[in-house]
């Protein structure tokens, strides 16, 4: 296809050149060649099979390349280039709030006193840390009107685990764990895996045509085998639960506990706090809703945050506060607490995002924590605004944080929500989450999050109605689609089928 194409509107950042082509560093480099080394040393060198024992020493390494600096600085600059991320450009995978991280929080975050803090440290000597620690616990607690908050779960999966666990105990204490666990069928995967995995039955839950749970839906499911109900609101249709205040009765008038799936607070916070609505226990995504950096695997925190019944079920150790002698105030682990599930991790949680959330909740202060949740909303409903004349919306009467189209107008012409992601990434956009949630078929899901400015918004909405368009005229270029980027289509059921795990030297490595 030719690339000046009336398909591909110039407010689309999608590259036409400087896409540079990169080798393998192995298929590279040229014996001896290095890049700037220090002078011979002027004392003998140590001999490190002194030191260290034989079986741990490495023999020469076979085909090990040699380059000079900027080869190998190239090399790796390149490659993240081919990398998009956050600070690339838009990425609107819903459900996952991928936002933009202030640099000021990383900044804050890599101070050596943070940073280089050993865990074993004793508490004495990392007061400030534990301060933090305690106050992020106690922000997040006023955030989501809870009596508690544990920090240790190590992402929002594992913060439903501690959950679970702790409604677990909760009910063992009164005689009887229970069987069941209620999930809507919005729900994201991760809910029905951690009820099996605390040893639950996940009941699926329908949802109502508004895309909500209706407390008629969840009567004639509750019985006294149900240990808890598992809502996420917003829900990941984008679409607030109204009924949640209904729903927590309910499940109380039959001992059950109400679980908030809390990874779309994004778009509740300063505004309204699920403690409030009756929730008995909900982990927050710190890296959704307080911008830590997310990912490609990097890492999250999933504080949990309860109501009094289950705070002494946290995990241990929690961070206790007294005050000194001198009238001064003293942190310490706390890990004398005879009813909690225990510990989740190994050492205390992801100490990093700790830091970054709280340099951001500082920053922001309760009007900018609203102003996120506001931000996060209008984009969403701008953006639905946007595109709904090109692409079916399922939930048209909706308040969004996050918008749902399907695929329902490309299918007429053979084109599926798959084919627009792969077409948007031709227009310098990563694609949106496709095909969840599974309650909307051919789904495309699009999150702006409150960091997006107007123009980008339009921006990407551009992009996505010049593919629409496409897609309608001449919907066979899309099957091939991505056709300007490195690689072209991947066969992707090839790749989880028979994944290539091990590089294999060539046959005449270096020169
Ligand atoms: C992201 C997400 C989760 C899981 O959180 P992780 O931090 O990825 O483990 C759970 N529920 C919903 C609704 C989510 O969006």
Redesign the pocket.
């Known amino acids: 296809m030719t690339m000046a194409d009336d398909f591909f509107p110039k407010s689309s950042p999608g590259t036409t050149g400087l896409l540079l082509r990169e080798q393998l560093l192995f298929e590279r480099g040229v014996r001896g060649r290095s890049g700037a080394s220090l002078p011979a040393a002027g004392v003998p060198e140590a001999d490190p099979a002194a030191e260290i024992p034989k079986e741990l020493l490495r023999g020469e390494i076979d085909g090990l390349p040699e380059l000079s600096e900027p080869e190998g600085v190239r090399h790796f600059v390149r490659l993240s280039q081919w990398n998009y991320g956050i600070d690339s450009g838009p990425f609107p995978l819903g459900?996952?709030?991928m936002k933009y991280n202030p640099k000021s929080s990383e900044a804050i975050a890599r101070l050596p006193g943070f940073a280089q803090l050993h865990p074993m440290l004793p508490d004495e000597d990392c007061q400030g840390a534990l301060q933090l620690a305690f106050e992020l616990e106690r922000a997040l607690s006023e955030i989501a009107g809870f009596s508690a908050t544990s920090l240790q779960p190590a992402?929002?999966?594992?913060g439903?685990l501690c959950g679970l666990l702790m409604i677990r105990a909760y009910h063992a204490r009164r005689g009887n764990p229970r069987k069941k666990v209620l999930v809507p069928a919005t729900a994201?995967g991760?809910?029905p895996a951690t009820c099996t995995l605390a040893g639950y039955e996940a009941v699926p839950l329908p949802i109502g045509p508004g895309g909500v749970l209706e407390p008629g839906a969840i009567a004639g499911k509750l019985d006294e085998d149900v240990a808890a109900l598992m809502v996420?609101n917003p829900n990941?249709l984008g679409i607030f639960e109204r009924n949640v205040r209904e729903i927590a009765d309910l499940v109380h008038s039959k001992g059950a506990l109400l679980y908030n799936?809390g990874?779309?607070l994004n778009a509740l916070v300063g505004v309204a706090r699920p403690g409030d609505m009756g929730v008995d226990v909900m982990h927050f995504?710190l890296?959704?809703t307080f911008a830590t950096p997310h990912g490609g695997g990097g890492p999250?925190s999933?504080p949990v945050g309860v109501a009094e019944p289950l705070v002494p079920f946290l995990p241990t150790p929690t961070i206790r506060k007294t005050i000194g002698e001198g009238g001064e105030p003293r942190y310490a682990l706390d890990f004398d607490r005879p009813q909690s599930i225990g510990r989740l991790r190994t050492f205390w949680g992801n100490f990093g995002m700790w830091v970054r959330a709280y340099a951001l909740i500082r920053e922001w202060g309760p009007e900018g924590v609203r102003r996120t949740a506001e931000l996060a909303v209008l984009n969403a409903n701008y953006l639905r605004k946007l595109l709904e004349g090109s692409y079916q919306l399922p939930f048209p009467e909706e308040t969004l944080h996050e918008v749902v189209f399907s695929d329902k107008r490309q299918k007429e012409h053979g084109v599926s929500a798959l084919d627009v992601a792969k077409r948007l990434i031709d227009h310098g956009f990563h694609p949106p989450t496709i095909y969840f949630p599974l309650v909307v078929p051919g789904a495309l899901m699009i999150e702006p999050t409150e960091t997006e400015s107007p123009e980008a918004v339009e921006g990407l909405a551009a992009a996505l109605r010049a593919v629409a368009a496409e897609a309608a005229e001449r919907p066979e270029a899309l099957h091939s689609a991505p056709n300007r980027t490195i690689v072209g289509r991947l066969d992707e059921v090839r790749a989880a089928r028979q994944p290539i795990l091990r590089w294999k030297p060539p046959s005449s490595p270096q020169r």
Not at 155 to 158: H, S
Request: net charge negative; charged share 15%; with cysteine.
């Open positions: 459900s996952c709030t992402a929002g999966a594992q439903e994201h991760t809910n996420t990941t799936d990874a779309n995504n890296h959704k999250g999933g």
